[in-house]
């Protein structure tokens, strides 16, 4: 068997990937718990010169690693090059706090010492998505190698040079030889690995029906997860709302990476004394925002990942139409053989519609009209999701009360869109999945929070 990468804008084959064998994975993982003797051993000053090595790399390479994702996903270029510039800045991140964050945490006891010291556990399995290839596994690979951990990637089957990419520029930085590793290998071959004794733990980053299938096997074998699932964020627009402002933030955030994005705004809700005129401006500025060519600059929004997955995303649409939703722009399928989806905007969205209920992946936004804030703030906590969710409105502190004590998610933000960033924790809560990637908190779920007790 082998993992095909098919460029969606063309329609072509970039190239097939023979699938590993059991025996090779195997192999790979022994190579990498054997290295990871060594790393764990390390200082964190030769980890952190290691780290800006992968950093420095990343930016020498930015152009070179975009057009990756530009011929695998359709990502349009400028977005892929600043997906690598994050990269590098997730790991000059840790290179620079990581030590800081895992330093001994003195405990006042009646012993004469007694603290709390943060070690290694072993070899990581990182299951990674197609959306953003580059980013999801450096906000892993930073925090792990950094922490002293191991690394194996599974990524998505569509996404191989990417993986295979990251693997080389770990491999170049001055890691142990095998720190991190890259495993070609379909879903159907994930079982056999998670429970192979040396993978201490697993995060995957996916759909949240991946993500119970993992947590389901993992937990059997008593191995920690993290999980950063599906979401359907709803973003509130109240009636003091900044109209312009949260229009042109809500549309970029719809748009991110072509829609297909976890945090990406799905859900407007918006108060119905200001609805009409909020709409017409969502509205002007979706249409400006221009599809075509991804290695083409001067468009906005590149292709979906695949066909397939525009194909399915393009079924929900008609399925919300039939159940009542209107479509006032875009839901058609464009001629040709690029996987490219419209902007398109759908109103009369109510309680039980798909668009309603469940994780749009395209650039699809459901507009929901809500009595008043309450009613708001009900609706965008009626979902089964919980992974970001924005308010606008000019009274500043009427808006931190909602995200920090009403809206129920793990980001809430305020007169701005969610988004990941290093120095702030990032997960959900619900079927969004659980645990923490960034920050202080990330770096500490994949640690043994050992307590040491001297009498």
Not at 124 to 132: K, Q, R
Not at 413 to 428: I, T
Request: charged share 25%.
């Amino acid at each position: 068997m082998s993992l095909k990468s098919i460029n969606p804008y063309t329609g072509k084959l970039i190239r097939s990937y023979p699938e590993y064998t059991q025996k090779k994975i195997d192999a790979i993982i022994n190579a990498t718990h054997q290295d990871w003797q060594k790393l764990k051993l390390t200082s964190f000053k030769e980890r952190s010169v290691w780290m800006n090595n992968i950093a420095k790399a990343l930016i020498t390479e930015k152009e070179a690693l975009g057009k990756l994702m530009v011929d695998e996903i359709g990502k349009p270029v400028k977005d892929a090059i600043a997906e690598i510039e994050k990269c590098a800045s997730v790991c000059e991140y840790y290179a620079t706090h990581a030590e800081g964050f895992l330093e001994d945490e003195l405990i006042e006891t009646e012993a004469q010492k007694s603290y709390v010291s943060f070690q290694p556990i072993g070899i990581v399995l990182a299951i990674m998505p197609w959306n953003f290839p580059f980013w999801q596994v450096f906000r892993f690979v930073a925090p792990a190698l950094m922490a002293g951990n191991a690394g194996i990637l599974k990524h998505a089957s569509n996404t191989s040079a990417c993986a295979l990419a990251i693997e080389r520029i770990v491999k170049q930085s001055g890691f142990p030889e095998n720190s991190f590793n890259a495993i070609i290998i379909s879903s159907s071959k994930l079982e056999e690995t998670i429970k192979n004794p040396l993978i201490k733990a697993v995060t995957l980053t996916g759909s949240t029906g991946a993500g119970k299938k993992v947590a389901a096997l993992a937990g059997g074998l008593i191995k920690k997860t993290v999980l950063e699932l599906g979401g359907s964020d709803p973003y509130i627009v109240l009636k003091d709302a900044d109209l312009q402002m949260a229009a042109e933030t809500c549309v970029n955030s719809r748009l991110i990476n072509n829609g297909q994005s976890c945090i990406a705004a799905k859900r407007f809700i918006v108060e119905q004394s200001v609805a009409k005129e909020f709409i017409k401006l969502f509205k002007a500025k979706m249409e400006a925002k221009k599809f075509g060519d991804p290695a083409d600059t001067n468009f906005h929004l590149g292709t979906m990942a695949r066909t397939d997955l525009r194909d399915d995303l393009h079924k929900q649409v008609l399925s919300a139409i039939n159940q009542g939703a209107k479509c006032i722009l875009g839901g058609y399928l464009p001629e040709g053989k690029a996987a490219f989806y419209p902007p398109t905007i759908l109103t009369n969205v109510k309680k039980g519609n798909i668009a309603y209920n469940e994780e749009i992946f395209g650039p699809v936004a459901a507009i929901i009209i809500a009595k008043n804030e309450d009613d708001a703030i009900a609706i965008a906590n009626d979902t089964s999701f919980g992974l970001g969710g924005a308010i606008f409105t000019k009274n500043i502190k009427k808006g931190e009360t909602i995200a920090r004590e009403r809206l129920q998610a793990g980001s809430c933000f305020v007169n701005s869109f969610v988004k990941s960033d290093p120095r702030l924790p990032f997960g959900g809560i619900n079927e969004s999945g659980y645990g923490r990637e960034l920050s202080l908190y990330g770096i500490k779920e994949f640690v043994n929070i050992k307590t040491v007790y001297i009498k």
